[in-house]
């Protein structure tokens, strides 16, 4: 895969924006968690205050501000199948969100964790899995 450039001043910014760009799977798992349906084919957009995770069929808004609102939002709202996510409860729960703030779903890094392990096909990946599951017998 190509290397990404770095697009994020903030590191944890630019962190999630390079793992959802390198690792499809990621992608993949949080548009099955928001849908309960596979998507293929997803495309990782840098935006100022989100990354954008989309094909044809679903557009998926990875919130980092509040000023999310105020500058992306009226933009993109009226898309198809259009989800908002925030990784940070806090982010998800902040009143600044007057607009949009039944909109925002929050996604714990655990649970997005926990569904690229369940979709994908990677045997490392279900090999480790499988190892930490030996811990309760």
Same mark, same amino acid.
């Given at each position: 895969?190509?290397?990404?450039?770095?697009?994020?001043?903030?590191?944890?910014?630019?962190?999630?924006?390079?793992?959802?760009?390198?690792?499809?799977? #990621?992608? =993949?798992? $949080? %548009?099955?968690?928001?849908? /309960?349906?596979?998507?293929? *084919?997803?495309?990782?957009?840098?935006?100022?205050?989100?990354?954008?995770?989309?094909?044809?069929?679903?557009?998926?808004?990875?919130?980092?501000?509040?000023?999310?609102?105020?500058?992306?939002?009226?933009?993109?709202?009226?898309?198809?199948?259009?989800?908002?996510?925030? #990784?940070? =409860?806090? $982010? %998800?729960?902040?009143?600044? /969100?007057?607009?949009?703030? *039944?909109?925002?779903?929050?996604?714990?890094?655990?649970?997005?964790?926990?569904?690229?392990?369940?979709?994908?096909?990677?045997?490392?990946?279900?090999?480790?899995?499988?190892?930490?599951?030996?811990?309760?017998?």
């Amino acid at each position: 895969m190509e290397k990404q450039q770095w697009y994020y001043s903030d590191f944890n910014r630019q962190l999630h924006y390079m793992q959802f760009c390198e690792e499809p799977e #990621f992608c =993949k798992a $949080l %548009a099955y968690l928001l849908t /309960f349906k596979k998507h293929e *084919n997803l495309k990782v957009t840098p935006h100022t205050f989100s990354i954008e995770i989309s094909n044809e069929n679903i557009h998926i808004f990875i919130i980092h501000t509040v000023f999310f609102q105020q500058k992306e939002y009226e933009k993109v709202k009226e898309f198809k199948n259009v989800h908002f996510v925030s #990784f940070g =409860k806090e $982010l %998800a729960e902040m009143n600044e /969100f007057s607009e949009m703030k *039944n909109e925002i779903k929050y996604i714990s890094k655990t649970m997005l964790m926990a569904t690229v392990t369940t979709l994908t096909e990677n045997e490392l990946v279900n090999a480790m899995a499988r190892f930490v599951e030996t811990d309760n017998i």
